[in-house]
């Protein structure tokens, strides 16, 4: 004896009290079939889902994320999205701080000197060499006896010019300018052409609070170098270069 199968309506009750959507019977031969059947297995006709297909087709799809590789890769991509952000914020970061580094290490400002541009101090006058080799009135040129030719006699600084000699004594101011003159005088006499005495205080280029004992007037401080010697030979061991400016 064969088992008559239940009626459709016994079948929709029992799955819809197991929570699972029922089958149906194909509406041509009456043969049960699935929710989600396409078509009916005994006579081939397409099958109109039934009230519970879609929604049991979605779990069946969303069953797919319980699988064992779907989290790990889901895990994946977000560890990937947050280094990409990490990545680009720090890159942003050093950016920013590179260039705040850069304005305030940039080029500081040069201190220009009053005289820059090729604009000589007012209170100077360089003579050409010419001029300083061949100065007026008093002084005679440089490496010659003074015009009498007598030994002893001494020659004066040109005023208002800057140069170069050779230094022999200083002189205290304390002691006087005669002291000072006396050892130019013996300078002179001891052979040293254009012997002199300056007062320091009026030369900013040179100590204050002496008499200076000089001997010769040049243009440059290469042109000293023989007076020097000839100076170091008369017994001025001592003897300098100085620059002579106002």
Request: with cysteine.
């Given at each position: 004896m064969t088992?008559?199968?239940?009626?459709?309506?016994?079948?929709?009750?029992?799955?819809?009290?197991?929570?699972?959507?029922?089958?149906?019977?194909?509406?041509?031969?009456?043969?049960?079939?699935?929710?989600?059947?396409?078509?009916?297995l005994?006579?081939?006709?397409?099958?109109?889902?039934g009230a519970g297909a879609g929604p049991a087709r979605g779990w069946r799809?969303?069953?797919?994320?319980?699988?064992?590789?779907?989290?790990?890769?889901?895990?994946?991509?977000?560890?990937a999205v947050l280094v990409t952000v990490a990545v680009v914020a720090i890159e942003r970061?050093?950016?920013?701080?590179?260039?705040?580094?850069?304005?305030?290490?940039?080029?500081?400002?040069?201190?220009?000197?009053?005289?820059?541009?090729?604009?000589?101090?007012?209170t100077e006058t360089e003579l050409p060499a010419q001029t300083l080799t061949q100065p007026p009135t008093t002084a005679t040129p440089t490496g010659t006896?003074?015009?009498?030719?007598?030994?002893?006699?001494?020659?004066?600084?040109?005023?208002?010019?800057?140069?170069?000699?050779?230094i022999l004594r200083s002189v205290p101011e304390n002691e006087g300018r005669p002291a000072a003159?006396?050892?130019?005088?013996?300078?002179?006499?001891?052979g040293l052409s254009d012997v002199g005495v300056l007062d320091a205080d009026e030369y900013s280029s040179l100590h204050p609070g002496y008499y200076v004992v000089f001997t010769g007037i040049f243009s440059r401080e290469e042109e000293t170098a023989r007076a020097i010697e000839t100076a170091r030979s008369?017994?001025?061991n001592d003897a300098y270069a100085a620059r002579v400016a106002q």
């Open positions: 088992a008559t199968p239940a009626p459709s309506d016994e079948r929709d009750v029992a799955s819809a009290a197991d929570g699972v959507p029922a089958p149906g019977d194909c509406p041509r031969c009456g043969a049960p079939h699935a929710p989600d059947q396409a078509y009916c005994e006579c081939g006709r397409r099958l109109t889902p799809a969303l069953s797919l994320y319980g699988s064992d590789w779907a989290w790990p890769v889901l895990a994946a991509l977000v560890v970061t050093d950016r920013q701080a590179a260039t705040e580094t850069l304005f305030a290490t940039g080029p500081q400002g040069e201190e220009v000197s009053a005289t820059a541009g090729g604009e000589s101090d007012p006896r003074p015009a009498d030719g007598s030994r002893g006699s001494l020659v004066q600084w040109p005023a208002g010019t800057n140069g170069w000699t050779v003159t006396r050892q130019a005088r013996g300078a002179s006499d001891a008369s017994g001025y």
